[in-house]
Nanobody
């Protein structure tokens, strides 16, 4: 059974940091691309960052470049999202998602598996 389990969300003040984790099981981690998406109330789900497990290539949306860093620890089948200099507009539910073709896309429908999400709230 494929599972993605996010953790690490919470409440933080603007300018603070959080590290999200996505623990994957039930599939060959090295073949996949793992992405972080977020969805704020009343808004569409948007891609934040992505990493290709095969070669470690990373991608970040312009809105988080220089503040967020995605990384993976393949031996633990875990992907991390280090979020620094957080802003109130980063407030959302953050989801990790897996693409079995190993391709990073900003289009959420491309992804095959999803976690349950973790809430990130940034206060001003």
């Amino acid at each position: 059974e494929v599972q993605l389990v996010e953790s690490g969300g919470g409440l933080v003040q603007a300018g603070g940091s959080l590290r999200l984790s996505c623990a994957a099981s039930g599939f060959t981690f090295d073949d996949y691309a793992i992405a972080w998406f977020r969805q704020a109330p009343g808004k569409e789900r948007e891609g934040v960052s992505c990493i290709r497990s095969s070669d470690g290539s990373t991608y970040h949306d312009d809105s988080v470049k220089g503040r967020f860093t995605i990384s993976s620890e393949n031996a633990k089948n875990t992907v991390y999202l280090q979020m620094n200099s957080l802003k109130p507009e980063d407030t959302a539910v953050y989801y990790c998602a897996a693409d079995r073709w190993g391709t990073c896309s900003s289009w959420y429908l491309e992804y095959d598996y999803w976690g349950q999400g973790t809430q990130v709230t940034v206060s001003s």
